[in-house]
């Protein structure tokens, strides 16, 4: 690393996002606020960060979906820093889960024994036999 990458660094840190505070009640124009997000994807030990844990704490939380395929050198996940997340192998799925989420539907409805609310019913078949099934 040469002497000139460290202004580099600083030089692109001044086009970062920035935090900001809204001390008015109107809505400044460009800005993205907190109640404007729906959902959040992360890499799974990459939860720690301060904008993750502001959206975890929050009383209208946004979906908090985290990736196993993204590795990365932290281990904040979501278990140790007892936050409520999706898990998903991958990008692919986070998008699934997100359009499933805006469509309205529990995306633990759809994996394998992930819904807790269906019961086990008596299924009367046309020949008269009682089978035990899952509806």
Request: aromatic share 6%; net charge positive.
């Amino acid at each position: 690393i040469g002497f000139t990458f460290l202004p580099c660094v600083l030089a692109g840190l001044s086009n970062a996002p920035q935090y900001l505070v809204n001390k008015a009640a109107v809505p400044v124009n460009g800005c993205i606020w907190a109640d404007d997000v729906d959902s959040i994807i992360l890499p799974r030990d990459a939860c720690g960060g301060d904008g993750a844990l502001a959206f975890a704490r929050r009383r209208k939380r946004p979906l908090i979906i985290v990736v196993e395929e993204n590795e990365t050198v932290l281990n904040d996940t979501p278990d140790k820093l007892r936050i409520k997340a999706v898990t998903v192998s991958n990008y692919w799925e986070a998008i699934g889960v997100i359009a499933a989420h805006k469509a309205g539907v529990n995306p633990n409805a759809l994996r394998r024994n992930r819904v807790k609310n269906i019961k086990r019913t008596m299924v009367l078949p046309a020949n008269g036999h009682t089978v035990s099934g899952v509806a």
